[in-house]
């Protein structure tokens, strides 16, 4: 396939775990050359998966593309809770799991599913003021944020081992699957938070028909290979 970065591309972008969305943005604006380099809806650097990238003319169909359906699959760990809601922090409270039945837990599930309320994790990017939510929680200063109203039209639990529960969401644009993870806790009345969490689809586009950063590295490196050559 032959691409050109700078006239507009859609990329379809693994992202790794530990990076942010940015440092994707950067190191592949970077490899390509091209200043026209926006993601279409943010990963927190906690999670994997798909991140899509739109370069050059396609940079106007950011809006388009992040407002459409998106669905995750992970990993939440009940019976512990954090005030990050993931990993990011460590755990504060933990509580015992031992009564709850599948049942239990998939039944607390299916409430979520459909019209919520929710409200977004202090420690995320939401702006306060013209400062961002985990600027002000990471300085230990208090974060009040508004619910908002999302849609999830999926929330399935795939399996179970002990407390970690594995599942699949299909949701708007919006969604904080870590806060999903913290009330699906709270529902339960033992808390939980994100351990583990992948975005497998955006839309139409897919997770598995994604391009790694060596990808798109490797995919350079032949197109200006190819420009000498030709050159020579």
Request: glycine residues 8%.
């Amino acid at each position: 396939m032959q691409y050109d970065f700078a006239a507009g591309e859609i990329l379809l972008i693994n992202k790794p775990l530990d990076w942010t969305s940015f440092d994707v943005v950067k190191k592949v604006r970077n490899t390509i050359r091209v200043k026209k380099v926006g993601h279409a809806g943010t990963l927190d650097p906690l999670a994997s998966g798909l991140l899509i990238l739109c370069t050059g003319k396609f940079t106007k169909r950011i809006d388009e593309i992040q407002g459409q359906e998106k669905e995750y699959t992970g990993i939440i760990r009940l019976g512990e809770v954090t005030p990050s809601y993931d990993r990011e922090t460590e755990v504060t409270e933990t509580r015992d799991i031992t009564h709850l039945t599948a049942e239990d837990i998939k039944a607390a599930a299916h409430t979520f599913v459909g019209a919520i309320e929710q409200i977004p994790p202090i420690y995320s990017a939401v702006q306060i003021d013209g400062k961002r939510a985990y600027d002000l929680a990471r300085k230990g200063k208090e974060v009040e944020l508004k619910p908002r109203a999302v849609t999830i039209h999926a929330f399935e639990i795939t399996s179970i081992n002990g407390p970690e529960v594995a599942f699949k969401v299909v949701c708007s644009k919006g969604t904080y699957i870590r806060s999903l993870a913290h009330d699906l806790g709270q529902k339960l009345g033992v808390g939980g938070h994100l351990s583990k969490l992948e975005r497998t689809r955006i839309g139409e586009y897919k997770l598995e028909d994604a391009l790694t950063i060596e990808d798109i590295v490797a995919i350079r490196k032949k197109q200006l290979e190819e420009a000498d050559g030709s050159s020579s």
